[in-house]
């Protein structure tokens, strides 16, 4: 059996569900990071990872795209490709991914008209996909601080472009949630409150605290720290 047929459906009525989405992530690589200036720079990679994880969790359609990777923005970060091991980025010479043809492949191949979509910057890479892609019949969630720009001017303003046109702003956790939907859904709940424990900050500390200090379970257990060795 499958995940997808094993996992317990979601009620949609205009919700995100892990059957009627597909994710997409797009020029998460360093120089685009370099020039963000709007937001943390380790927030924008914890909340990527988290969804990038999230993704895994649900078992979403997920399409990775670089841009320039050899020429300018190198190689999509390492965090973001251990979660996908096996995927190839689609690599792109334009700005906006909606104008290649790969990338608008893999979406229509994924089949879902809603899409999950960040990526860096939010006025060009994330704003001019998003447009297009509306204008083409789909739905666009922009999971916003999963994104960031060279200001908060041209962050805010990216934004209120995206939103007027008609998408929706969302949050990694508040995705993440929401393809949840249902604590009794245990196919997804340790996996859930691993990504909750890991990178969302005081609620995962409250979930530690709760499972430990409250209900008795054994504290959360993680791989060793071994000291990498020097080149040489």
Known sequence: ?????????????????????????????????????????????????????????????????????????????????AIFPKQTPIERSSMNAWDDENFVAA???SGRKKIVLAGLWTETCVTLPTIQALHDGYEIYVVEDCCGD??????????????????????ALSVMLEWQRDWAHKDTYDAVMDIVKTHFGAYGVGVEYAYTMVHGAPPSRYPEYVVPKANK
Not at 13 to 22: E, H, I, M
Not at 150 to 171: C, E, F, I, Y
């Open 1 to 81: 059996m499958t995940q997808e047929k094993a996992r317990a459906k979601r009620s949609e009525k205009g919700l995100l569900t892990p059957d009627n989405c597909v994710v997409t992530l797009i020029d998460l690589q360093p120089q685009m990071l370099f020039g963000v200036a709007n937001f943390d720079r380790q927030a924008i990679i914890n909340n990527n990872v988290a969804l990038s994880k999230a993704a895994r969790v649900f078992d979403m359609p997920v399409v990775l795209s670089t841009v320039e990777t050899k020429g300018f923005s190198g190689n999509m970060w390492p965090q973001i490709q």
């Open 107 to 109: 979406v229509t191949k």
């Open 150 to 171: 060279v200001s908060q001017l041209a962050h805010d303003n990216a934004m209120k472009r995206v939103v007027q046109a008609g998408a929706k702003p969302v949050t």
